[in-house]
């Protein structure tokens, strides 16, 4: 049964869109985040090791983008339940930015 929820909104939206980019998201905030620890604290194993797998994380943003078939329905429009995650994501990541700001004051 639908429900309103799982109407598309916008047809332009695909579901790998909105995987993509809270995909990538994740990845930029794991390497913006782990680069600010090794320019605080100097290199180490853990912030490296985090620092690589954000790389890994933009890497897996683009190949999903670029072949939206490795998602089950990827190019479907994205249903509007599916909008939650890039609204709380963008969310956590703006607060988290703001912290790096303050860290760095």
Do not use: C, K, Q
């Amino acid at each position: 049964m639908a429900t309103a929820l799982s109407r598309a909104p916008s047809e332009r939206v695909r579901r790998v869109d909105v995987l993509a980019y809270v995909i990538g998201l994740m990845g930029v905030t794991f390497v913006v985040d782990n680069a600010i620890e090794i320019l605080i604290h100097g290199v180490t194993t853990y912030a490296a090791g985090m620092g690589v797998i954000g790389l890994f994380a933009l890497a897996a943003a683009a190949a999903v983008y670029r072949d939206p078939s490795n998602i089950r329905n990827g190019t479907e429009a994205a249903p509007a339940y599916l909008y939650v995650l890039p609204l709380v994501s963008t969310g956590a990541a703006a607060m988290l930015a703001t912290s790096w700001v303050l860290r760095l004051l």
